[in-house]
């Protein structure tokens, strides 16, 4: 029996890996995802992207009402125009299914962020924040509704 919110973290997972040229997109992004990585990424890896499931708000309306708020990091030493391009293939990529297969009830942008650090090297980046909203049986979190 599989949790539920993993199911839907594998789904996204599998939506970030297909950010590709060949897939239509402008980077390929998909070539190096991270769920929750902390340590810092070698140059030779950018772009990346690192995915979190940061926090779920649960409301209670005859079963529980998940509003799952996930982070994706996009890391890079591109320009900021290239940056919002990434930004751009994330949520393309996103609006593919924003069911995720059944699994979800809807999908909501909550916001994006570009960052820049210059410290021996430019790292420019982006928190893209989305909201998955899904429903399980009450206290089981086992179960979809």
Excluded: C
């Amino acid at each position: 029996m599989s949790l539920v919110r993993q199911q839907i973290m594998d789904a996204v997972k599998t939506r970030l890996q297909s950010i590709t040229v060949a897939n239509g997109y402008n980077f390929n992004l998909g070539n190096n995802i991270y769920e929750w990585r902390i340590r810092p990424l070698a140059m030779a890896t950018l772009p990346a992207l690192v995915y979190r499931d940061v926090e779920t708000d649960i409301e209670l309306i005859e079963a529980h009402r998940n509003r799952l708020n996930i982070e994706i990091e996009i890391i890079s030493n591109s320009s900021i125009v290239d940056i919002r391009k990434m930004i751009a293939d994330v949520y393309k990529a996103i609006g593919v299914d924003i069911q995720w297969g059944g699994l979800a009830l809807n999908t909501y942008p909550r916001s994006d962020r570009i960052m820049r650090e210059q410290e021996e090297q430019t790292i420019t980046g982006a928190i893209i924040n989305i909201i998955i909203e899904y429903r399980t049986k009450e206290w089981n979190p086992y179960q979809q509704l």
